[in-house]
């Protein structure tokens, strides 16, 4: 049975409503992963983009919880510095192509507008039908080579939230 955008929305607030993300995460990756294995959810909601056109698109936010599903498409490489989502959190899910994620441990703390310094901690790679959840406060950083889509879920509209200043060490 197809996996449809309203039902995913529908699925991630049924859990968000009943316990806080971090006691939901898992659940909420398996969602994710759920409309990664879904090849007509896939072509709707991640197509080709035309050139200029921003990768990210938010495909729902809800009223609500504030939540947003994102599409991304990159058509080459996409290469990410440390970052962390402000006071939201997200799960990546990887939908095609393969993304290289670093993890990264804050060393010194930023203060009086001095940026946070981050050294790496940990390496992986995210394949297609994988699914992340990166907490409030946890910098990552992402390396694409070639062509990647993939779905984020925010916690909140990253149009609208300050990230932190964050640089490598």
């Not at 809800?62 to 490489?77: A, E, K, N, S, T």
């Not at 290289?100 to 297609?128: F, H, Q, R």
Request: proline share 8%.
């Amino acid at each position: 049975m197809p996996y449809s955008l309203d039902d995913l929305a529908t699925d991630i607030r049924a859990e968000l409503s009943q316990k806080p993300v971090q006691d939901c995460a898992e659940q909420l990756c398996a969602l994710v992963s759920k409309a990664l294995n879904d090849k007509d959810f896939l072509a709707k909601h991640l197509p080709d983009r035309a050139e200029g056109e921003p990768p990210r698109a938010v495909l729902y936010e809800d009223p609500d919880l504030g939540f947003c599903i994102c599409g991304h498409v990159y058509g080459g490489q996409a290469i990410g510095n440390p970052h962390d989502h402000g006071s939201s959190w997200a799960i990546y899910g990887q939908a095609e192509g393969r993304t290289e994620m670093i993890d990264w441990k804050i060393v010194k703390p930023g203060e009086g507008g001095e940026p946070a310094l981050v050294k790496p901690e940990k390496t992986y790679t995210l394949s297609p039908g994988d699914a992340h959840f990166y907490d409030i406060g946890h910098v990552h950083s992402p390396k694409r080579v070639a062509p990647t889509r993939l779905i984020r879920i925010e916690g909140s509209n990253l149009d609208h939230i300050q990230r932190s200043n964050i640089k490598a060490a």
